[in-house]
């Protein structure tokens, strides 16, 4: 895998390089003719990251309520010196406050898990990878959860190159194995960004990454296609479901219903169409595809 670059802070080459094109797991099973327009990607921007929020912006602690932010478990005296810090903790103050609880997160590394998905849960990007930054240097095992937890993050505050990074630079650095759950995080950081067309081509990567697509996987792709109007890949996808072995639910028929409704070109009785094979699989259709159907046939002045 020399194509995957290592690294916590260099998501703009990865998102950049071709690791992430390859044939689509759609490609064998679909009956549509695929678009073109898969081909060329945008440019992604240059990346600053976020400051972190002032101290007295998360919610919970600064009125002293017991057991943190509302239904979030209390932090370790470390973690809540970090989180008590204005301005913000630059990498090495992390490590240095960090260093006596390392220790224990050495000997169990699933002690560090509670930590990382609280900073995740508050939004605090950057914290959650600098953290995640000091168990690697530390020698402190990260797996799977860890890595998945800070995807989370960077999905949450809209950094898809630091998600992406995650899944194709740290995670075959450390050999661990992303699945399902890593992939469709990553996507769906991407897809809000705006980067539909990478999120469809790291769907189409999930072989490669020996990741078996779930339906939740088709959902993202098919949202990214909703995003990005291409609706004739997003029914190309609906069709390659059952050859993947899986069964598309009511989110992924409203998704596709969604992208006709966005395309200029897409014809109305295609969107309708999907109404009827919803019925035959006893699906409900849902708010969401009705209301795409309607506009459909509103756009195309199909009133009756």
């Known amino acids: 895998q020399a194509h995957l670059v290592p690294g916590i802070q260099r998501g703009v080459e990865l998102a950049s390089s071709d690791a992430v094109h390859a044939p ?29 929020p002032p101290r007295m912006e998360v919610p919970g602690w600064q009125s002293g309520a017991p057991g943190g932010a509302e239904g979030l478990p209390e932090p370790c005296p470390e973690l809540r010196l970090l989180l008590d810090m204005s301005p913000p903790p630059i990498l090495a103050e992390v490590r240095q406050v960090l260093r006596p609880r390392l220790d224990a997160w050495r000997s169990e590394p699933k002690l560090a898990t509670s930590s990382l998905e609280l900073l995740s849960k508050l939004e605090l990007r950057t914290l959650t990878m600098q953290v995640l930054q000091c168990m690697v240097e530390e020698h402190v095992q990260v797996d799977r959860l860890h890595c998945n937890i800070a995807i989370h993050a960077c999905g949450r505050s809209g950094d898809w190159p ?28 991407c897809r809000k960004a705006g980067e539909w067309r990478l999120a469809l081509a790291l769907f189409a990567a999930m072989p490669q ?7 939740i996987s088709c959902l993202t792709a098919i949202s990214a296609c909703e995003t990005g109007a291409s609706w004739k890949l997003a029914l190309a996808l609906l069709d390659s479901m059952p050859g993947m072995r899986l069964d598309p639910n ?9 992208a006709c409704e966005k395309s200029l070109s897409a014809p109305w009785e295609a969107a309708v169409a999907l109404l009827g094979d919803m019925a035959g699989l006893l699906l409900a259709p ?19």
């Open 250 to 258: 009511e989110a992924c028929f409203g998704a596709a219903m969604s």
């Open 162 to 189: 630091g998600a992406l990074t995650l899944l194709l630079g740290l995670m075959p650095r450390l050999q661990v194995a992303p699945d399902a759950i890593s992939c469709n995080a990553v996507g769906t950081a």
């Open 209 to 215: 990454l020996r990741v078996a697509p779930s339906t």
């Open 24 to 52: 689509g797991p759609w490609s064998p099973v679909s009956t549509r003719r695929l678009p073109s327009d898969m081909a060329g990607r945008r440019a992604p921007p240059s990346v600053v990251p976020p400051r972190l």
């Open 286 to 304: 849902g708010v969401v595809g009705c209301n795409a159907a309607i506009s459909a046939c509103e756009k195309a002045g199909q009133w009756q």
